[in-house]
């Protein structure tokens, strides 16, 4: 019975590697943005754990990182301050701005 076996952590998701280039994607993000703040989203079975980055706006986007304490040193590198998104949760700006793109009618190439 599988009762008794250990549980297993959580696979990595599959997809591509974690690389620099996400990095440098963050980097650029907040080179070019006002007011950007980090938060941690933890590891779970489907995702690794990733970084948001939320502008003043709540224009935002994500990347992978290894690990928390990666994203902890790249943050303070950039002196962006970094909060761990289950104690804070997610800032109402970026539900603002995701409510906001959802009612923009689709713009036409």
Request: proline letters at 6%; aromatic letters at 10%.
């Amino acid at each position: 019975m599988a009762w008794f076996r250990r549980r297993q952590e959580p696979r990595a998701a599959a997809g591509r590697a974690v690389d620099r280039a996400d990095l440098e994607y963050l980097a650029e993000f907040v080179r070019t943005r006002r007011g950007v703040e980090a938060f941690i989203e933890p590891r779970t079975n489907v995702t690794e754990t990733t970084v948001l980055l939320v502008a003043h706006d709540g224009e935002w986007t994500r990347r992978r990182t290894e690990t928390p304490e990666i994203a902890r040193r790249w943050a303070h590198q950039l002196s962006v301050p970094i909060y761990d998104v289950r104690l804070m949760g997610y800032p109402q700006r970026m539900r603002d701005y995701n409510e906001r793109k959802k009612r923009r009618p689709a713009q036409e190439s």
